[in-house]
C-alpha cells in the first residue's frame, strides 16, 4: 500500500507518516518543504503516481471564512482531481467534532472544515472523514492565544481533548468517524490544570484563568 500524506510534516502528519512506515507502509509526504503546493497543484501529479490512498490532514492559519473555505475546498478539489487522474482510491480526511452545529456554526474556520467535508463527500473518490476533539498538546497554544493582561480567558465551553497519538493508532486502522476523550470538563478547568503543570506565574491563591464573555474555542491544527 501507497499513502500521500497532504500536510505530511505538520503536528499530526509528522508522527502519523512514522507510525505508517513502521507498519510496511510505504509514504510520501506532500507539503511545500517537500516541493509540494496542494493549493496552486505544483507537483502534486507527480507524487500521487502509484498513491492508493490520500490522506489529508492540512491545515490553514486563515481563521476567517472566505480564507477558510477557499483554503479546504481548493485543497480537497485539487487533490480529487488529481488522485482520480492517478487512481487513488480512498481519501481520508481529518476534521473537528462539532463542525457546523451550534455556536461552531459561525465560526469562520469551522466553517471551512464544514465546506472541506461537503466537498469531499461530493467528489468523486470515495471518501472517510474523521472527526476528533481538541488535542491535548494543542491547550498550551490555545492558552497563549487567549492570554490578555495576564489572564486566560477560557471559552464557556466544554471539551474532551484527546491525546493526539490516540488519534494517530486508532485513525489508521479504518473508519473511525469520531475520536474524542471519554473525560468531559469545562475549558477553565483543563486550562487551569495546565497552567498549573506548567508553572504559570499567575497561579497561586487567585485563578489566572476566567470566563471570557467573547472568547472562542480556537482551531485544532493539523
Not at 508522527?15 to 510520501?28: C, K, S, W
Not at 461552531?104 to 467535508?117: D, N, R
Amino acid at each position: 500500500m501507497k499513502a500521500f500524506i497532504a500536510g505530511g510534516r505538520g503536528r499530526v502528519g509528522s508522527p502519523l507518516a512514522d507510525n505508517l512506515e513502521a507498519q510496511g507502509i510505504e509514504v510520501v509526504s506532500g507539503g511545500p518543504e517537500d516541493g509540494i503546493d496542494v493549493i496552486s497543484g505544483k507537483g502534486l501529479a507527480e507524487a500521487l503516481v502509484g498513491v492508493d490512498t490520500i490522506v489529508n490532514v492540512l491545515n490553514t492559519p486563515r481563521f476567517d471564512a472566505e480564507g477558510a473555505i477557499s483554503f479546504f475546498e481548493g485543497a480537497i478539489n485539487n487533490l480529487t482531481a488529481e488522485g482520480k487522474r492517478a487512481g487513488v482510491r480512498h481519501h481520508i480526511v481529518l476534521s473537528i467534532v462539532g463542525v457546523g452545529e451550534g455556536a461552531a456554526s459561525e465560526i469562520g474556520y469551522y466553517l471551512g472544515k464544514v465546506a472541506q467535508e461537503k466537498a469531499a463527500r461530493s467528489s468523486s473518490i470515495s471518501a472517510t472523514i474523521i472527526r476528533v476533539t481538541q488535542f491535548q498538546s494543542y491547550i498550551p497554544v490555545l492558552i497563549d492565544q487567549h492570554t490578555v493582561e495576564g489572564k486566560v480567558l477560557a471559552p464557556r465551553t466544554f471539551i474532551q481533548p484527546v491525546d493526539l497519538g490516540e488519534v494517530i493508532r486508532r485513525g489508521h486502522r479504518g473508519p473511525a468517524p469520531r475520536i474524542g476523550s471519554r473525560r468531559r470538563s469545562t475549558s477553565r478547568r483543563r486550562w487551569l490544570c495546565q497552567c498549573r503543570a506548567s508553572g504559570h506565574p499567575r497561579v497561586g491563591s487567585r485563578s489566572p484563568v476566567v470566563h471570557g464573555s467573547d472568547a472562542q474555542a480556537a482551531h485544532p491544527p493539523s
